[in-house]
Structures are given as C-alpha cells and as structure tokens.
C-alpha cells in the first residue's frame, strides 16, 4: 500500500537495498505486543 501511494517501500533499506522485517511496533514507547500480552493476561 505505501509503495502503491508513496513510491517508495518502508521495508527496504536505504543504504544496502536489503529488504527489512518488522519485529516489533511501538505506541507511547511500549511495545504493541506487551500491551496485547497483558490485555489477554498472559503477564
């Protein structure tokens, strides 16, 4: 979608062209997955 409306691809390195994977997402300085984590009660 991004490459579509903004031409150019989030995922691709700008200095070797290697493409990346997201690992983790950040809202308020918190990691999205903890805040999943603890919502469900897994800790």
């Given at each position: 979608s991004i490459l579509l409306t903004f031409g150019y691809d989030p995922l691709r390195c700008?200095?070797?062209g290697a493409s990346m994977l997201v690992l983790?997402?950040?809202h308020k300085k918190t990691a999205l997955f903890e805040q999943y984590r603890k919502s469900m009660g897994y800790g």
């Open positions: 700008p200095e070797c983790e997402v950040y």
